[in-house]
Structures are given as structure tokens and as C-alpha cells.
Nanobody
Framework: QVQLVESGGGLVQAGGSLRLSCAASGRTFSNYKLGWFRQAPGKEREFVAAISWNGAITYYTDSVKGRFTISRDNAKNTLALQMNSLQPEDTAVYYC?????????????????WGQGTQVTVSS
């Protein structure tokens, strides 16, 4: 089992920044690919970003490229998402997720463990 706990959400004005963190405990954190997903009201949960087990490869959905940066620190068992130039359409509950054996990074099915989510609200 891997337990994931997000933090860092909040209310920010458009153009502002937030840094989300995800703390992991349980099984060996460094064996897992990690990802961030988000779910806006009335919409399905969608992929935001992912990072390989060693941090060498990152993936982003097109709408956040150049604005968001995903990173991990395996020594500290933490995952982060730096979000800059936030826009109202980024408003959502953000979830971190971990997966090991399933292929792919953008599908929810590729992840086995999920955090409880943290709310990000961007005002215009």
C-alpha cells in the first residue's frame, strides 16, 4: 500500500502561482510513476502531469505545458506540482496518484493509489 496526501491548494487570483505537494508513505516510493490529475465541477477527472520513477521523464497535458512543472524527491518521498500563470479554467480538485505496473501515464487506470485531493480555486 502507498498512502498519498496532498497539500498546498487554495484561492489565488488569475496570473498567480501555487505549489502543490504530495507526501507518500508505505511501499517504496521510488518504484512508482507519479501523476497529477484534476477534476472540475461537473467534469470528469483529467490528466495534468506525470513523472517517471526516477524523475527523468515528465509528461504534461497541452493546456498546462509551459505553466506547470512536476517534480519529485525520492529521498523525501514527495511529489510537487508548481503551477504558474494560473487561470480560472485551472480551478479544480487536484489529486496525486501513484502506479507501478500498468502501462501509460495519462489514463486513471494506470494508477493504483490516489490521494484525497486538494482544492485549487483561481479567481478572475
Amino acid at each position: 500500500q502507498v498512502q498519498l496526501v496532498e497539500s498546498g491548494g487554495g484561492l489565488v487570483q488569475a496570473g498567480g502561482s501555487l505549489r502543490l505537494s504530495c507526501a507518500a508513505s508505505g511501499r517504496t516510493f521510488s518504484n512508482y510513476k507519479l501523476g497529477w490529475f484534476r477534476q472540475a465541477p461537473g467534469k470528469e477527472r483529467e490528466f495534468v502531469a506525470a513523472i517517471s520513477w526516477n524523475g527523468a521523464i515528465t509528461y504534461y497535458t497541452d493546456s498546462v505545458k509551459g505553466r506547470f512543472t512536476i517534480s519529485r524527491d525520492n529521498a523525501k518521498n514527495t511529489l510537487a506540482l508548481q503551477m504558474n500563470s494560473l487561470q480560472p479554467e485551472d480551478t479544480a480538485v487536484y489529486y496525486c496518484a501513484g502506479g507501478r505496473y500498468s502501462s501509460g501515464v495519462t489514463s486513471q487506470r494506470a494508477y493504483d493509489y490516489w490521494g484525497q485531493g486538494t482544492q485549487v480555486t483561481v479567481s478572475s
